[in-house]
């Protein structure tokens, strides 16, 4: 089989073999585009001067540091997040990325704004998950006042605008949560309710789609107040432990908000497993193992690879096009034991 050479490349990039040559020397008179056309051309014809290509393409493309700011590191959920985004930083359009993700422990709201101003000091742009607090935002505020954009992943932390968002409609995401619960109950009943912390705005608005919803089209549920897990599992397990004891006649759990682990365990422990709806959020092993056994009804899920790749995208135009907002609402996914 003849090996590719530059004519062939130029053919398959509809470019001159001029435009060629110009990209393999590093030629500053090239567009960006159509480097990266070139390249794409070299990579499907297998070019043998590929690697070289590549790395004049990278050259010429601007480098940024972007920091992220995720919540604990022992929580599996994050820790996918954060392979999804050093895996679209890596394969990123517009920019060379050198992706620096952090991780917070103590979600104190002192802690965040100390760590997003120490992150933000030595990034081009920053991505932050927070609950919503006044000192968050004051630092928040301050650091694009400096000129460095800011972005929201996950939770809101800005219902103005003003901080661009990435993640799911949360009030849509509240009404369907509802919706499997007025239509997979077999009966009207209880259903118990689990946050994390209403201090952060997507959890806070799916508890408002979720009431929402019964208010129009299930009013004979009685819905119970919510209880804070605070995300950890350890509360989780024994505020479900509680709410099975004094509600023996339950007929869903809705949780929405860090600790399902917990739930989980305290659903298996006493025997209720499999005998109620049960709804929560992230595909990810614990859940996809509770809908394989039956503990779990339904999961809704952050399509990560795609999240990554919006907030990635974003930062990179919010920093060739300051001042622009970058909000992406993205879909969210739907799992079922049987879509698994």
Known sequence: MRRPTIPDVAEAASVSIATVNRVLSGATNVRQATRERVQRAAE???FYGLGSIQARVAAARPHMR?????????????QNVARALEQAASSADGAEVDLRIEFLED???????????????TCNAICVT???HPVVTQALEQIQAQGVPVFALISQIS??????YIGLDNWKVGRTSAWTFANICKAPGK????????????????EAGFRSYFREYAPDFILLEPVSTFESAAVAQELTEKLLTEHPDLAGLYISGGGVSGTLAALRASGRAGSMVVVGYDLMDVTRAALLDGTMTLVISHP???LAREAIDGMVRACTAPGSNQTSIV???IYTRENL
């Open 44 to 46: 499907e014809i297998g």
């Open 107 to 121: 979600l104190s709201p002192q802690n965040v704004a100390t760590r997003a101003l120490d992150l933000a000091s």
């Open 159 to 164: 219902v103005t605008g003003q901080i661009s």
């Open 130 to 132: 927070s609950a919503v």
């Open 304 to 306: 990560l690879a795609r």
């Open 331 to 333: 879909p969210f996914e």
């Open 66 to 78: 972007f920091g992220v700011l995720l919540l604990q590191p022992h929580r599996p959920f994050y």
């Open 191 to 206: 259903i118990g309710i689990l946050m994390g912390n209403a201090r952060y705005r997507n959890q806070e608005m799916n």
